[in-house]
C-alpha cells in the first residue's frame, strides 16, 4: 500500500518557524518527483515547492527565500523548512508524490498549518 504520512503542522505566531514531514511508504522513493501544495479557504490549491528526483528544486515566488523544501532518500521523507511565516501563509498542507517513470500520483492527508498571533 502506499501512504504519504504528513506531520509536523500546528499552530505558530507571525515569524515563527515549522518544519513538516512526509514520511513515504510503499513506493520505490528516489523515482518520485516530490512536493507540497497548500489550500486556504476560499483559494485554490497552490503548488508551494517542488523537489525533483535529482534534487532540483522550484518554489512559488510568495516562499522564495523562506522555505526550504529537502529530501532524505534513505529516509523516504520529504521535508517542507517554513521560516519568517506569515498569516497568509495558513493553509492545510498537502504532501505530494509523483513517479518520474509512470507519472502514478499520490497525496498525503494534509495537516494544518495556522500562522496567528
Known amino acids: 500500500q502506499v501512504q504519504l504520512t504528513e506531520s509536523g503542522g500546528g499552530l505558530v505566531q507571525p515569524a515563527g518557524s515549522l518544519r513538516l514531514s512526509c514520511a513515504a511508504s510503499?513506493?520505490?522513493?528516489?523515482?518520485?518527483?516530490m512536493a507540497w501544495y497548500r489550500q486556504a479557504p476560499g483559494k485554490q490549491r497552490e503548488l508551494v515547492a517542488l523537489?525533483?528526483?535529482?534534487?532540483?528544486?522550484n518554489y512559488v515566488d510568495s516562499v522564495k527565500g523562506r522555505f526550504t523544501i529537502s529530501r532524505d532518500n534513505a529516509k523516504n521523507t520529504a521535508y517542507l523548512q517554513m521560516n519568517s511565516l506569515k498569516p497568509e501563509d495558513t493553509a492545510v498542507y498537502y504532501c505530494?508524490?509523483?513517479?518520474?517513470?509512470?507519472?502514478?500520483?499520490?497525496w498525503g492527508q494534509g495537516t494544518q498549518v495556522t500562522v496567528s498571533s
Open positions: 523537489i525533483t528526483g535529482g534534487g532540483g528544486v
Open positions: 505530494f508524490a509523483r513517479s518520474t517513470v509512470t507519472q502514478r500520483e499520490y
Open positions: 510503499g513506493i520505490v522513493f528516489k523515482s518520485y518527483a
